[in-house]
């Protein structure tokens, strides 16, 4: 027993006590000095009963001798407490060898109690716990889970080349810093870049290259690559197969012979090269060169490693690129039950067996299942970028797109682009990009139709009544389901139908990056908007600046989303103010905080989605889902003697059920009479429901004889 830093503790000791008479023993106890509390001891004999107690508060108290005469045997138990503590007693058991006569004559049992100051450790705290200021998770009842592709679209800025710095008369101040698909950065060459842009550590390959390790000036005007001078249509068949077979084992592909095709070092980058090229023969490769085009290694829409062989360019061609990065998010919407595809009827009392087959048994119809918008497999995210790049009006803005993304390792898993478009740039008209977008969002939604109608339709649920089919092998048993029809004069018909689900698609754009690029891949040079000064430095001639500058930046404020208005908030100018003497820094970003809503209905929860809606709209998606539902045929197969049997049962268990219920309406009767002690009611109760006698009958039984034979028993 103890209080919150206090423990109490007891001992006891047995003593002779020559002031005690012949055959007694005496008691004594001894509380803490200055302890208010009452303290108290119960004694009890060895067979369990109470023969005194005891108090005593603030000193020791005596008992007044006691015999033995309620204490036989060799033993006794003392309790001991103190008043209103709220605890158990705490027993103490005294057990002797002797009797108690014997060994506690003239003996004296003191107790003592003693309390202490301790130091009290709080309880171990529980490794999971509430917070008590929290505040409950709401459950909400619909937050659905989007599916999301990235992509890209490059919208060229057709731009006079004589604006453009060449190798001979450019007047680059500073090479702009590099900047991958996702937004690492290589290095830092001037102070505005270094502010806005704080320098990220790589984890990757390098997008262009490497200042440190190579070459780093930059590709200006129409300057041919030194790689690219070279003949590709003069090489010999044994050069170009002897350079692809090295490619093939080592990973190094020779520049002279496959330009601007770099893959990465790492074991993973190797043995996916060997995947991919391990269908391409040394034979295509050497006509397909040898025919003036090259080949080009890139990663799909699902991070896969794809080869394509592209025309090289007739001369270099100077541009301006806005590099838009767009996301395809498809939101799940309504879900409701579509198309029938069973119907069956059983005939009054007829049993069957029916057995549910869905497209997911099989991995074949899983992957001619799938689709973009609800799954994100990789065969699904091929086709997907196949149906795209088939939308796309013009082949040769396809190939320069693939040339500017052809450097596959830089781009990890991220797409080379869904599609390209070129807009004059210098007539001073701004948002002439609006047009290319619209393009661009119709062929993309025509795709996204086109890989949903495809899903869809090889979506298949069959439900089987024939008993004698065998189960086919897949990855999972089908469902199957016992049915019976209990009316007996009228069909039970089904109808299953599939369910299907709503997807919204939205294609929104959520980044743009401005790039140079004069047709060769090793000319590629992307930024960020806050860079946009460094490239121009780079890459215009100085007194070109300002109408390039307000060329992009009026492209920029003239995005219009997919209802039409201009959306100006998408891409904002800043200024970073420093010391009094440092002058004040003004740059272009895309506003973070950017966002779009779509209500795909009056009804419908709107969708937010971070950057500006280009193009929304709705799709339907068979799913695996089957509902059911029942009803009886108007027709009645039964004659009129059937149908009077069928009447007069069902009005033999209406009497029946009427009889049963009388019966408990007299017992709760009987229990109400007792309830409320209701005498002459139960008289006349005991009158009209008078008890029945309970006669035992016993029609025979065996009783025994004093010779051990039977005899039959009488009736009573």
Same mark, same amino acid.
């Given at each position: 027993?103890?209080?919150?830093?206090?423990?109490?503790? /007891?001992?006891?000791?047995?003593?002779?006590?020559?002031?005690?008479?012949?055959?007694?023993?005496?008691?004594?106890?001894?509380?803490?000095?200055?302890?208010?509390? +009452?303290?108290?001891?119960?004694?009890?004999?060895?067979?369990?009963?109470?023969? $005194?107690?005891?108090?005593?508060?603030?000193?020791?108290?005596?008992?007044?001798?006691? *015999? %033995?005469?309620?204490?036989?045997?060799?033993? !006794?138990?003392?309790?001991?407490?103190?008043?209103?503590?709220?605890?158990?007693?705490?027993?103490?058991? @005294?057990? %002797?060898?002797? *009797?108690?006569?014997?060994?506690?004559?003239?003996?004296?049992?003191?107790?003592?109690?003693?309390?202490?100051?301790?130091?009290?450790?709080?309880?171990?705290?529980?490794?999971?716990?509430?917070?008590?200021?929290?505040?409950?998770?709401?459950?909400?009842?619909?937050?659905?889970?989007?599916?999301?592709?990235?992509?890209?679209?490059?919208?060229?800025?057709?731009?006079?080349?004589?604006? %453009?710095?060449?190798?001979?008369?450019?007047?680059?101040?500073?090479?702009?810093?590099?900047?991958?698909?996702?937004?690492?950065?290589?290095?830092?060459?001037?102070?505005?870049?270094?502010? &806005?842009?704080?320098?990220?550590?790589?984890?990757?390959?390098?997008?262009?290259?490497?200042?440190?390790?190579?070459?780093?000036?930059?590709?200006?005007?129409?300057?041919?690559?030194?790689?690219?001078?070279?003949?590709?249509?003069?090489?010999?068949?044994?050069?170009?197969? #002897?350079? =692809?077979?090295?490619?093939?084992?080592?990973?190094?592909?020779?520049?002279?012979?496959?330009?601007?095709?770099?893959?990465?070092?790492?074991?993973?980058?190797?043995?996916?090269?060997?995947?991919?090229?391990?269908?391409?023969?040394?034979?295509?490769?050497?006509?397909?060169?040898?025919?003036?085009?090259?080949?080009?290694?890139?990663?799909?829409?699902?991070?896969?490693?794809?080869?394509?062989?592209?025309?090289?360019?007739?001369?270099?061609?100077?541009? !301006?690129?806005?590099?838009?990065?767009?996301?395809?998010?498809?939101?799940?919407?309504?879900?409701?039950?579509?198309?029938?595809?069973?119907?069956?009827?059983?005939?009054?009392?007829?049993? +069957?067996?029916?057995? /549910?087959?869905?497209?997911?048994?099989?991995?074949?119809?899983?992957?001619?299942?799938?689709? &973009?918008?609800?799954?994100?497999?990789?065969?699904?995210?091929?086709?997907?970028?196949?149906?795209? @790049?088939?939308?796309?009006?013009?082949?040769?803005?396809?190939?320069?797109?693939?040339?500017?993304?052809?450097?596959?390792?830089?781009?990890?898993?991220?797409?080379?682009? $869904?599609?390209?478009?070129?807009?004059? #740039?210098?007539?001073?008209?701004?948002?002439?990009?609006?047009?290319?977008?619209?393009?661009?969002?119709?062929?993309?939604?025509?795709?996204?139709?086109?890989?949903?109608?495809?899903?869809?339709?090889?979506?298949?649920?069959?439900?089987?009544?024939? @008993?004698?089919?065998?189960?086919?092998?897949?990855?999972?048993?089908?469902?199957?389901?016992?049915?019976?029809?209990?009316?007996?004069?009228?069909?039970?018909?089904?109808?299953?139908?599939?369910?299907?689900?709503?997807?919204?698609?939205?294609?929104?754009?959520?980044?743009?990056?401005?790039?140079?690029?004069?047709?060769?891949?090793?000319?590629?040079?992307?930024?960020?908007?806050?860079?946009?000064?460094?490239?121009?430095?780079?890459?215009?001639?100085?007194?070109?600046?300002?109408?390039?500058?307000?060329?992009?930046?009026?492209?920029?404020?003239?995005?219009?989303?997919?209802?039409?208005?201009?959306?100006?908030?998408? /891409?904002?100018?800043?200024?970073?103010?420093?010391?009094?003497?440092?002058?004040?820094?003004? =740059?272009?970003?895309?506003?973070?905080?950017?966002?779009?809503?779509?209500?795909?209905?009056?009804?419908?929860?709107? &969708?937010?989605?971070?950057?500006? &809606?280009?193009?929304?709209?709705?799709?339907?998606?068979?799913?695996?889902?089957? /509902?059911? *539902?029942?009803?009886?045929?108007?027709?009645?197969?039964?004659? *009129? =003697?059937?149908?009077?049997?069928? +009447?007069?049962?069902?009005? #033999?268990?209406?009497?029946?059920?009427?009889?049963?219920?009388?019966?408990?309406?007299?017992?709760?009767?009987?229990?109400?009479?007792?309830?409320?002690?209701?005498?002459?009611?139960?008289?006349?109760?005991?009158?009209?429901?008078?008890?029945?006698?309970?006669?035992?009958?016993?029609?025979? #039984?065996?009783?025994?004889?004093?010779?051990?034979?039977?005899?039959?028993?009488?009736?009573?």
């Amino acid at each position: 027993m103890s209080d919150p830093g206090q423990a109490t503790f /007891v001992s006891y000791t047995v003593e002779p006590d020559s002031t005690l008479p012949k055959n007694t023993f005496g008691l004594s106890v001894t509380a803490p000095a200055g302890d208010s509390r +009452t303290f108290t001891c119960e004694v009890f004999n060895e067979a369990g009963e109470r023969v $005194w107690d005891m108090t005593t508060q603030g000193g020791t108290t005596d008992s007044s001798p006691y *015999d %033995f005469t309620s204490f036989a045997g060799h033993s !006794l138990t003392l309790r001991l407490n103190y008043k209103d503590s709220g605890r158990e007693s705490v027993g103490i058991p @005294l057990a %002797f060898t002797q *009797d108690l006569s014997a060994a506690l004559d003239q003996q004296r049992i003191r107790i003592s109690w003693s309390a202490r100051t301790v130091a009290v450790s709080e309880p171990p705290r529980p490794l999971v716990q509430l917070d008590p200021g929290g505040s409950p998770v709401v459950l909400s009842y619909d937050i659905p889970e989007p599916t999301s592709y990235r992509g890209r679209q490059i919208v060229e800025m057709d731009f006079p080349v004589e604006w %453009f710095a060449s190798q001979t008369t450019g007047t680059s101040k500073s090479t702009p810093t590099p900047t991958s698909a996702g937004g690492g950065q290589k290095q830092q060459h001037a102070v505005r870049a270094s502010v &806005i842009m704080p320098s990220q550590p790589r984890l990757g390959p390098l997008s262009s290259p490497s200042p440190i390790y190579a070459d780093d000036a930059p590709v200006l005007g129409t300057t041919v690559p030194t790689e690219r001078t070279s003949d590709s249509t003069k090489l010999s068949d044994q050069a170009i197969t #002897a350079a =692809y077979e090295k490619a093939k084992a080592t990973g190094y592909f020779d520049p002279k012979i496959f330009p601007g095709v770099r893959v990465g070092d790492d074991q993973a980058s190797l043995l996916a090269l060997r995947e991919v090229l391990d269908g391409l023969d040394a034979e295509t490769v050497v006509t397909q060169i040898q025919a003036g085009k090259r080949l080009a290694l890139y990663r799909d829409t699902s991070g896969r490693l794809s080869y394509r062989f592209i025309a090289e360019p007739l001369r270099g061609a100077p541009s !301006l690129l806005l590099v838009e990065y767009y996301r395809l998010s498809s939101f799940p919407a309504r879900y409701g039950a579509g198309r029938t595809i069973k119907t069956f009827s059983l005939l009054p009392g007829e049993k +069957t067996r029916i057995r /549910v087959n869905t497209y997911k048994r099989s991995s074949q119809t899983v992957a001619q299942s799938s689709s &973009i918008l609800d799954s994100t497999s990789q065969d699904t995210e091929s086709e997907f970028e196949r149906s795209v @790049l088939a939308e796309q009006s013009s082949q040769d803005a396809s190939s320069r797109s693939l040339e500017y993304y052809a450097e596959a390792q830089a781009e990890g898993k991220a797409s080379w682009g $869904w599609g390209s478009a070129s807009v004059q #740039a210098s007539g001073g008209v701004s948002g002439a990009s609006n047009a290319t977008r619209e393009e661009f969002a119709k062929n993309l939604t025509n795709a996204v139709a086109q890989n949903a109608a495809r899903a869809s339709s090889r979506r298949d649920v069959e439900i089987d009544t024939s @008993l004698d089919t065998k189960l086919e092998a897949g990855e999972e048993e089908a469902v199957e389901r016992d049915l019976e029809n209990i009316n007996v004069s009228r069909t039970l018909n089904f109808v299953f139908r599939q369910m299907n689900q709503e997807f919204v698609s939205v294609l929104h754009l959520v980044d743009v990056r401005v790039a140079y690029f004069n047709g060769y891949g090793e000319s590629r040079m992307e930024v960020p908007l806050p860079q946009l000064e460094d490239l121009l430095d780079t890459y215009i001639v100085s007194e070109r600046h300002d109408a390039v500058r307000d060329a992009i930046v009026g492209e920029l404020q003239a995005i219009t989303d997919y209802r039409g208005q201009e959306r100006t908030d998408f /891409v904002q100018s800043r200024t970073l103010t420093g010391e009094d003497d440092q002058q004040p820094i003004t =740059y272009l970003r895309v506003n973070p905080d950017a966002v779009s809503m779509y209500r795909p209905g009056p009804d419908a929860a709107p &969708i937010n989605v971070p950057g500006v &809606i280009v193009a929304a709209e709705s799709h339907v998606m068979r799913t695996d889902g089957v /509902v059911v *539902d029942t009803f009886l045929g108007l027709g009645n197969a039964l004659d *009129d =003697y059937s149908t009077g049997l069928q +009447t007069e049962t069902v009005r #033999a268990e209406q009497i029946e059920n009427g009889r049963r219920q009388a019966e408990l309406d007299r017992l709760q009767l009987a229990m109400q009479l007792i309830r409320d002690k209701n005498t002459d009611g139960a008289k006349l109760y005991q009158q009209l429901f008078p008890t029945v006698p309970i006669i035992n009958q016993i029609e025979q #039984a065996a009783i025994g004889t004093p010779n051990g034979q039977t005899q039959p028993a009488t009736r009573s």
